[in-house]
């Protein structure tokens, strides 16, 4: 919520949090910013505000679950959740090198075998194992169920 006025011809504008931190509490110092304690931006009661660093601001938000960048909400992500999840049952259920999912998904193996082992993406669904038995083995070796030729 954001408070605007005009004084002596100039236009003022900032948030209602900062006008009850400072009416009850004086001035806000330089370098600090208003804290919601609760996280609701709304609630602008003085015992819901606190002034801290912008370092500690942001830390609050992630810490309360209002800044998440997990999984495909993650800028950097190139994999949606439910590519997560079928790279993960795809794997799980054999007949398919990490490096051919990775074809098809268009990354490395190397990521697919982060994600198969639960290494990446680890609030995702799916199954995840560490698959040590797969490892340096030829594809053709193993059969439908993902299990060694012997």
Same mark, same amino acid.
């Given at each position: 919520?954001?408070?605007?006025?005009?004084?002596?011809?100039?236009?003022?504008?900032?948030?209602? @949090?900062? +006008?009850? #931190?400072? @009416?009850? $509490?004086? &001035?806000? &110092?330089?370098?600090? !910013?208003?804290? *919601?304690? $609760?996280?609701?931006?709304?609630?602008?009661?003085?015992? $819901?505000?606190?002034?801290?660093? #912008?370092?500690?601001? !942001?830390? *609050?938000?992630?810490?309360?679950? +209002?800044?998440?960048?997990?999984? %495909?909400?993650?800028?950097?992500?190139?994999?949606?959740?439910?590519?997560?999840?079928?790279?993960?049952?795809?794997?799980?259920?054999?007949?398919?090198?990490?490096?051919?999912?990775? %074809?098809?998904?268009?990354?490395?193996?190397?990521?697919?075998?982060?994600?198969?082992?639960?290494?990446?993406?680890?609030?995702? &669904?799916?199954? !995840?194992?560490?698959?040590?038995?797969?490892? $340096?083995? &030829? %594809?053709? %070796?193993?059969? @439908?169920?993902?299990?060694?030729?012997?």
């Amino acid at each position: 919520m954001m408070v605007r006025s005009m004084k002596g011809g100039k236009r003022f504008c900032t948030g209602a @949090h900062r +006008l009850v #931190y400072r @009416h009850f $509490n004086g &001035p806000i &110092p330089d370098g600090l !910013t208003i804290n *919601h304690k $609760n996280g609701e931006k709304q609630d602008n009661r003085p015992e $819901n505000l606190e002034v801290v660093t #912008y370092s500690e601001n !942001t830390k *609050h938000a992630y810490r309360i679950g +209002l800044m998440n960048e997990d999984g %495909e909400r993650n800028p950097a992500a190139k994999l949606s959740n439910d590519s997560i999840k079928l790279i993960r049952e795809e794997y799980a259920k054999g007949g398919v090198s990490q490096e051919k999912i990775g %074809e098809k998904y268009g990354v490395k193996f190397q990521t697919i075998s982060k994600i198969v082992r639960g290494d990446r993406r680890k609030t995702q &669904p799916g199954p !995840t194992g560490d698959y040590v038995d797969r490892r $340096n083995q &030829p %594809e053709r %070796e193993r059969n @439908h169920l993902g299990q060694f030729r012997s």
